[in-house]
């Protein structure tokens, strides 16, 4: 609704963290292109950052998916990797082996011993998929599709290679947020970090 006294002005994910990222108006969006959505209000909302992202799917009318959240996401190598991606990625893997997730994070590798960069994920099952590895090639291979960024980079594992699935211990995300205080209704699991310090300390608490 755009005729509510709401100014709507729109930050390109890319650019969220730059001190001076372009902003642009509703009427310059591009479908198919993940922003930052940001209000302002006659009731005095001054550019207020709502923390959602949002993907446009149309402009007359317009038309728009929640695509994530502006700290949830991996950009490491271009990839612009959104929870969306992810939670479509995860339905597939599990329809196709027969998994229940019950918790998951992701975070990028930068480079490991051999030079090699990928994704890792850390995912607690409330029922184990038929094979780990079966899991996480049609994760990958579904989140290609869905993802052309994504699939840029996995092309010929030459930037990104094949994902990497660490299964948790049962009640591993929750022993977490207690660590932080954090356990209860109104906390979630960061789902995607475009850092490793979540992922680090979950695997530290995994051994």
Not at 13 to 41: K, Q, W
Not at 64 to 81: D, P
Not at 91 to 120: I, S, W
Not at 182 to 194: D, E, F, V, Y
């Amino acid at each position: 609704m755009i005729d509510y006294d709401v100014l709507y002005e729109f930050i390109p994910l890319e650019e969220i963290d730059l001190p001076s990222p372009h902003v642009i108006p509703l009427c310059d969006v591009e479908i198919g292109r993940n922003y930052a959505m940001v209000i302002t209000t006659s009731c005095g909302l001054w550019r207020y950052l709502i923390g959602d992202t949002v993907k446009f799917t149309q402009k007359d009318p317009y038309k728009f998916i929640i695509s994530g959240r502006t700290k949830h996401f991996i950009n490491a190598f271009g990839e612009e990797l959104m929870v969306d991606n992810a939670e479509k990625g995860l339905a597939q893997a599990c329809n196709e082996t027969g998994a229940q997730v019950l918790e998951y994070t992701a975070a990028p590798v930068f480079m490991d011993v051999e030079a090699k960069c990928r994704h890792q994920w850390l995912i607690e099952f409330a029922k184990e998929p038929d094979s780990l590895q079966h899991f996480a090639e049609v994760l990958d291979n579904t989140l290609q599709k869905i993802n052309s960024d994504y699939e840029a980079k996995r092309h010929k594992d030459i930037t990104l290679q094949q994902l990497e699935i660490v299964e948790a211990k049962r009640g591993l995300f929750d022993q977490w947020l207690k660590g932080k205080g954090k356990l209860g209704g109104q906390h979630k699991i960061p789902r995607l970090s475009n850092t490793r310090d979540y992922m680090d300390e979950m695997l530290t608490l995994n051994q």
